[in-house]
């Protein structure tokens, strides 16, 4: 079943613009992730943030976790062509490891 | 460090076919999933094992899907009969332990079931 919603579905910027994506979920959970999905590849994992965390970075990337808003926002600055893909949050299964994907977010930067 | 394998990447079949794809974790990863992604969602686990036991196969359309993972490394996943609604990617991933967190995924297999 699908715990995270990603929003807005498709986001359309230059580059040297900032993009921001959005996640929502329904249940407690320890922690988040953030993937990214290019055009016909796999998934790559891009950043995890715990439930006692309230803002990581990475590179350009920053994420951030409100428990008690069951929210998730992940940040890309000055982006590039290259960032274009679809951006997915992801949250622990039923098993407790197993992923729980929404249905992502598509990123489109144009030069 | 060599990443997720998966094989075939691409599957053309008919309905009522069956058809099976192959996954080689990465060394020393003990967790494997399979993952469904339908055209314009996200994936959708279908099956987990840890080593070589199955954890979760709650979502795995038993009545046609079927996996293995004998030895506790590679594993095969297979559908049969195909319906036209399995055409999907079927993605393959594994972390190190069943501790949750980082999970690598292979490139997938695009299937199309005519």
């Known amino acids: 079943s699908q715990q995270g919603e990603e929003d807005p579905q498709a986001l359309s910027i230059q580059e040297g613009e900032n993009a921001t994506m959005n996640c929502s979920y329904k249940t407690s959970i320890n922690n988040l992730q953030w993937y990214r999905q290019n055009s016909g590849r796999g998934l790559v994992h891009l950043i995890l943030i715990r439930s006692n965390e309230r803002e990581k970075h990475s590179g350009r990337l920053r994420v951030t976790l409100d428990t008690s808003k069951k929210s998730s926002s992940l940040l890309i600055t000055a982006s590039r062509a290259a960032d274009t893909a679809s951006y997915f949050c992801?949250?622990?299964?039923?098993?407790?490891?197993?992923?729980?994907f929404g249905k992502g977010t598509s990123l489109l930067v144009t030069p | 460090e060599a990443g997720v394998a998966q094989s075939p990447r691409y599957k053309i079949i008919e309905k009522r076919q069956s058809v099976a794809f192959w996954c080689n974790p990465i060394s020393g990863h003990a967790t494997l999933y399979w993952y469904q992604q339908i055209l314009g969602q996200g994936p959708k686990l279908l099956i987990q094992f840890q080593n070589n036991g199955v954890v979760d196969d709650s979502q795995l359309p038993k009545d046609r899907f079927s996996a293995e993972r004998l030895k506790g490394v590679d594993s095969t996943l297979k559908i049969q009969p195909a319906k036209l609604e399995d055409s999907a990617v079927y993605l393959c991933a594994s972390s190190f332990t069943d501790g949750g967190e980082t999970q690598y995924f292979g490139p997938g297999t695009r299937l199309l079931v005519l």
């Open positions: 992801a949250t622990p299964g039923n098993s407790g490891y197993a992923l729980n």
